[in-house]
C-alpha cells in the first residue's frame, strides 16, 4: 500500500516537473512533449514552423527571421552526395553553432531536449540522432 502510494507521488511529482520544463523553451513557445523515437512527431513539433513542412525552408514563420533556412532536402545533394550526418546532429545540438553560417537564427536543441528528458539518460541525445535520421530520410535522390 505504501509502496503504491510512494509510485503515485512519485508519478504526479514527475508530470509537474515535466510541464514546468515544457515551458522552458526558446522563444518562450511552449514546447509540445513528444517521442524520441519519431523524427516526423518531432520535427512537426520543433522544426517545420521554419523549415516547412517538407524541409523546404518554407515555414510559417520564416517572414520574421533574418536568415531564410536553408532547404534540408539537399543537403546530401550539397554535401557531393554524402548525407553530412555529424554536421547535422551537431547543428542540431548546438556544439556546432550556426556560427559557422554567420548567424544565430537556428535554434540550439541540445539543452532543449536534455531538460525535457530530464533523468532518462541519452534520452536527448536519441532525440537529435532520430532528427538526424529523419532529415536523412528527407534527401533528394
Ligand atoms: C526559429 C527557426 C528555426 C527552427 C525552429 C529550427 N531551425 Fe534549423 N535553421 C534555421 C535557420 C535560420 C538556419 C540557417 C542558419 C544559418 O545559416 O545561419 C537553420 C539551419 C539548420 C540546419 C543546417 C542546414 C545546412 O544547410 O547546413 C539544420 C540541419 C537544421 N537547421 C535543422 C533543424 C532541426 C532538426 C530543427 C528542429 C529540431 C530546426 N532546425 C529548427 C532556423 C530554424
Redesign the pocket.
Known amino acids: 500500500m505504501a509502496k503504491r502510494r510512494m509510485l503515485l507521488v512519485t508519478l504526479v511529482f514527475s508530470l509537474a516537473s515535466l510541464a514546468a520544463a515544457q515551458k522552458r523553451v526558446?522563444?518562450e513557445i511552449p514546447l509540445p512533449r513528444t517521442s524520441p523515437t519519431s523524427g516526423l512527431e518531432?520535427?512537426r513539433a520543433?522544426?517545420a514552423?521554419?523549415?516547412g513542412e517538407k524541409g523546404k525552408g518554407d515555414?510559417p514563420?520564416v517572414p520574421v527571421?533574418k536568415?531564410?533556412?536553408?532547404?534540408?532536402t539537399t543537403?546530401t545533394k550539397?554535401n557531393s552526395g554524402k548525407f553530412?550526418y555529424d554536421?547535422?546532429y551537431k547543428?542540431?545540438d548546438g556544439s556546432v553553432a550556426?556560427a559557422a553560417?554567420?548567424?544565430?537564427?537556428?535554434?540550439i536543441?541540445g539543452p532543449v531536449f536534455r531538460t525535457i528528458g530530464k533523468g532518462h539518460k541519452g534520452e536527448a541525445e536519441l532525440r537529435m540522432k532520430t532528427?538526424?535520421n529523419?532529415?536523412a530520410s528527407l534527401q533528394e535522390k
Open positions: 526558446p522563444g518531432m520535427y520543433y522544426c514552423d521554419c523549415h515555414g514563420v527571421l536568415v531564410v533556412p536553408p532547404d534540408l543537403l550539397r553530412p554536421r547535422v547543428t542540431i550556426a553560417h554567420g548567424s544565430r537564427e537556428m535554434p536543441w532528427l538526424a529523419f532529415l
